[in-house]
């Protein structure tokens, strides 16, 4: 059975022939007259085991939740460190998709986001990081969570009775102790049901992004979900037309608009003010490409 591959081996979600864009890290936050600014972080989740043990699967009671590899806890944690050192502004709140691949993402960012002593040779949260859990608020959402389609999702994977079956305090004792914000309403008060529309799942994932920031606008946010959620994070907050055809793992794209400090309260709309690991192309027509999950290599005879 083949192990896990090195990182810089991950395989496109899917291919074109010529990219708009190559992988940028740009973020800009500032502090105008009578205004402020938001900011929406909308992350992927890390390695999933299936796509590096693709046995895995056979043995699991679980076929459609893995769990991340070693290297995409490694991963995660190192990106938590990126933001940081480079984003500019804090994270005050995460929301999580309930797929274990998304909570175990979050729970790693988190530990880099929270940890209390200097963590720069650190590679993960099994090293042992203490934290300060005062420094941000964490949820579930289900509005996060992956398209629940056989497009997204395989169909000898998913289960057959359509029920995925989550359990939200299972889910948040995936998460950093003292970090749950028990209070929150869920926009999303179940998952979609199975076998929803390409399209439904992308605007319930333009919504989530803006209903989101709307409930938190003094806020700035971070959203772990899945491809096809980044991916709509870029297209709708960007005036060109575009296809994203790859998003690796634990890409991200920041979101930021001005909330105006007055009687009105307005608020601009959001713009793409930077991304990393998102690869998209211009198009003058319809993008009717999906961001899938690469099926897993096959084992060696």
């Known amino acids: 059975m083949e192990g896990t591959r090195k990182l810089r081996e991950q395989r496109p979600i899917f291919k074109t022939h010529q990219h708009y864009s190559t992988t940028t890290t740009t973020t800009l936050t500032t502090m105008d007259s009578g205004q402020n600014i938001q900011n ?8 999933r085991i299936d796509n590096f043990e693709p046995l895995w699967t056979e043995k699991a009671d679980r076929p459609w939740d893995p769990p991340l590899v070693l290297d995409g806890k490694v991963r995660a944690f190192c990106t938590g460190k990126k933001f940081n050192n480079n ?7 995460v929301f999580v ?15 880099a986001l929270c ?10 949260s099994a090293d042992g990081v203490p934290i300060d859990p005062s420094k941000l608020k964490a949820s ?9 389609n056989k497009q997204a999702i395989r169909a000898q994977n998913a289960p057959k009775d359509g029920n995925f079956a989550f359990s939200i305090s299972e889910c948040e004792a995936g998460l950093p102790e003292g970090t749950i914000d028990s209070s929150v309403e869920r926009v999303y008060k179940e998952l979609p049901k199975w076998e929803e529309s390409t399209q439904g799942a992308r605007d319930r994932y333009k919504n989530i992004i ?18 096809e959620g980044v991916g709509v994070s870029v297209t709708a907050h960007t005036p060109e037309h575009l296809i994203v055809y ?6 991200y794209s920041t979101l930021q608009r001005t909330i105006k400090e007055n009687e009105s309260g307005s608020t601009g709309e959001f713009k793409l003010s930077g991304h990393a690991g998102i ?23």
């Open 40 to 47: 929406v972080v909308v992350m992927r989740h890390g390695d």
């Open 87 to 93: 984003l500019g502004f804090p994270i005050h709140r």
């Open 97 to 111: 998709s309930p797929f274990l691949r998304c909570l175990q993402t979050a729970s790693e960012v988190i530990h």
């Open 115 to 124: 940890a209390v002593a200097d963590c720069s040779t650190t590679m993960s």
């Open 140 to 148: 579930v959402e289900y509005g996060l969570c992956e398209m629940l």
């Open 210 to 227: 803006k209903t989101l920031a709307d409930k938190y606008p003094t806020e700035n946010l971070l959203l772990v979900t899945h491809g």
């Open 246 to 251: 790859e998003v690796e793992y634990c890409a």
């Open 279 to 301: 690869l998209f192309t211009s198009t003058s027509s319809e993008a009717d490409e999906i961001v899938k999950e690469p099926e897993p290599p096959k084992s060696s005879s």
